[in-house]
Nanobody
Framework: QVQLVESGGGLVQAGGSLRLSCAAS????????MGWFRQAPGKEREFVAT????????YYADSVKGRFTISRDNAQNTVYLQMNTLKPEDTAVYTC???????????????WGQGTQVTVSS
């Protein structure tokens, strides 16, 4: 089992920045690729970003590319999502997840956090 706890969400004005953190415990963190997903009210969950086990490979949804950066610190068992130039359409619950496979597909992720709310005001 891997337990994931997100933090860092909040209310920010459009154009602002937030940094989300996801702390992992349980099994060896570096054995898992990590991803961030988000779900806005009335919408389906969507992929945001993923990072490989070592952190050497990342991939982003087109909607966040160039604005968001995913990173990880395997010594601290933590994955981050730096979000810059935030837009109102970024408003959602952001959830981190762990997968044995580097993937953009939610169904391949085995462990999920509870999520953290990000609200971007216009």
């Amino acid at each position: 089992q891997v337990q994931l706890v997100e933090s860092g969400g909040g209310l920010v004005q459009a154009g602002g920045s937030l940094r989300l953190s996801c702390a992992a415990s349980g099994r060896t963190f570096s054995n898992y690729a990590m991803g961030w997903f988000r779900q806005a009210p009335g919408k389906e969950r969507e992929f945001v970003a993923t990072i490989s086990r070592s952190g050497s490979i990342t991939y982003y949804a087109d909607s966040v590319k160039g604005r968001f950066t995913i990173s990880r610190d395997n010594a601290q068992n933590t994955v981050y999502l730096q979000m810059n130039t935030l837009k109102p359409e970024d408003t959602a619950v952001y959830t981190c997840a762990a997968s044995g496979t580097y993937s953009t597909t939610a169904r391949t992720y085995d462990y999920w956090g509870q999520g953290t709310q990000v609200t971007v005001s216009s």
